[in-house]
């Protein structure tokens, strides 16, 4: 069993107009870190997800999931 975590971080920050490198510096990681994350190829800690989560003002769960998120507009 993979142990993929799916998010929203992409999503949030264009909605936001925050940059990867705005994002990355209020969490204090490295920007190409977003973007790993961004893309799936890494799973945040449990501290890193409840502060991205509270960075956008969301529970956790709008930003990660261990399912697949539904794509927007389907129905």
């Known amino acids: 069993?993979?142990?993929?975590?799916?998010?929203?971080?992409?999503?949030?920050?264009?909605?936001?107009?925050?940059?990867?490198?705005?994002?990355?510096e209020a969490l204090g990681i490295h920007y190409q870190t977003v973007g790993y994350l961004e893309r799936g190829e890494y799973s945040p800690s449990l501290y890193l997800a409840l502060r991205i989560?509270?960075?956008?003002?969301v529970p956790m769960e709008v930003v990660f999931s261990t399912k697949p998120f539904p794509r927007l507009g389907s129905t």
């Open 1 to 24: 069993m993979s142990e993929v975590v799916y998010n929203r971080i992409a999503m949030l920050r264009a909605e936001r107009g925050v940059s990867r490198r705005q994002l990355s």
């Open 53 to 57: 989560a509270e960075y956008f003002d």
